[in-house]
């Protein structure tokens, strides 16, 4: 039987050999705000924080092995999902951990295109994302990402809690709206930091999102508190490669 652990989350996204985005990112997102995050490997990526040269995918058989493997001792209450080979491959593994952990938070950041111009996911289609998104607690879409995740829906309501990121504006105004599924909407405000452009930032502020839903805190305020932690990542240094810094507990 699983041991019930506190501040245990589970992050299932891909590697990245810098540190700068994937699980490493969201492994030390975790610790700096207080919570032990444990990993599944989706995709071995060839990058750093400049470029992406390839990509080695991982199949379901050997992430549901390396969930296995951690649910035989841990039990997990958010699970936060990175990038992944395609819609089909997520929406079995929403499938697989809706069977395994049913109460768990699952919050995905669609990663669909990469900085540099890589394409994660290539299909888009309207069924799958109605699927996908009934499965998951929040889905933490770019301005770009919503804008394409809308139009394969043909709407700009989904059956989820969406937090839209505001960074990928045109003005000094970037900040994040929180929408709920009943319709409420809610704005985080932020202002552009110049100069301060970072490797991974998307992966931060879902991890920041996923520590504070372990913690107890509400979708709103975790998602208000991923966004400060956020944008003091953006400030940390003039380098593409961001700082963790600790914070009082």
Not at 30 to 54: F, R
Not at 142 to 164: C, H, Q
Not at 219 to 236: F, G, I, P, V, W
Request: hydrophobic letters at 40%; aromatic letters at 8%; charged letters at 25%.
């Amino acid at each position: 039987m699983a041991i019930v652990k506190d501040n245990l989350v589970l992050s299932i996204a891909g590697f990245d050999p810098c540190g700068g985005a994937g699980i490493l990112a969201d492994i030390q997102t975790m610790h700096q705000l207080k919570v032990q995050g444990m990993a599944v490997v989706t995709a071995l990526t060839y990058q750093n924080e400049d470029d992406l040269w390839g990509i080695e995918w991982k199949d379901f058989e050997p992430i549901k092995s390396q969930i296995d493997a951690l649910l035989a001792d841990y039990s997990f209450s958010v699970v936060k999902i990175g990038i992944i080979n395609g819609l089909d491959l997520l929406n079995k593994l929403l499938q697989y951990l809706e069977k395994r952990i049913p109460d768990a938070k699952i919050i995905w950041d669609p990663v669909l295109k990469s900085s540099s111009g890589f394409d994660f996911v290539k299909k888009v289609e309207s069924d799958q994302f109605q699927d996908i998104l009934r499965r998951v607690h929040l889905i933490t879409p770019n301005r770009w990402e919503f804008d394409k995740i809308s139009a394969a829906l043909g709407s700009e309501s989904w059956p989820t809690n969406v937090l839209k990121k505001g960074g990928h504006s045109d003005t000094d105004d970037t900040s994040d709206f929180l929408i709920l599924k009943d319709g409420k909407e809610v704005k985080i405000t932020g202002n552009r930091i110049e100069g301060k452009d970072k490797h991974g930032t998307g992966c931060v502020l879902s991890s920041a999102v996923a520590a504070g839903l372990n913690k107890g805190e509400s979708l709103e305020d975790a998602c208000k508190n991923a966004k400060a932690y956020t944008e003091k990542y953006l400030q940390s240094g003039s380098a593409k490669l961001g700082r963790h810094f600790e914070i009082e507990a």
